[in-house]
């Protein structure tokens, strides 16, 4: 067993589509209508044929609520694996991401926290060799 997909609530389809591939560079892999939405996925340029990310319509009630207390209580919705937080966390910066957390060693690990322009928070990781 793999994991084949993972969904992120975005609050613009379109928004999202732009940050995720021209900002962070992510592969447009999937962008099918779906009525008045898309199956709209990207996947790493690194593994184009792995886990896509599913940057899916936030229109469920329970969603916004859920987004909301995730952001009000600074946690990522999800994590990306990075070779160095410090060099990506300049790069995005210097793209114009906001950052709620800067780069932090925690244990084996440095994170960083931005924004996604979508109505989340995601956490880039690079795990120590």
Not at 95 to 107: I, R
Not at 115 to 128: E, F, K, P, V, Y
Request: proline share 6%.
């Amino acid at each position: 067993m793999r994991i084949n997909l993972a969904s992120l609530f975005v609050d613009d389809q379109e928004r999202a589509m732009r940050f995720y591939t021209e900002v962070l560079g992510f592969r447009l892999k999937h962008d099918v209508p779906v009525g008045a939405d898309r199956w709209l996925t990207v996947v790493s340029p690194q593994d184009p044929d792995g886990t896509e990310l599913l940057l899916e319509p936030s229109g469920h009630r329970a969603v916004q609520p859920f987004k909301q207390a995730l952001v009000e209580d600074g946690i990522p919705a999800i994590s990306f694996a990075v070779d160095d937080v410090a060099a990506e966390y300049e790069r995005l910066r210097g793209l114009g991401v906001h950052f709620t957390q800067e780069p932090v060693e925690v244990g084996p690990v440095t994170v960083a926290v931005f924004h996604d322009t979508c109505g989340n928070l995601i956490q880039i990781a690079q795990h120590a060799a």
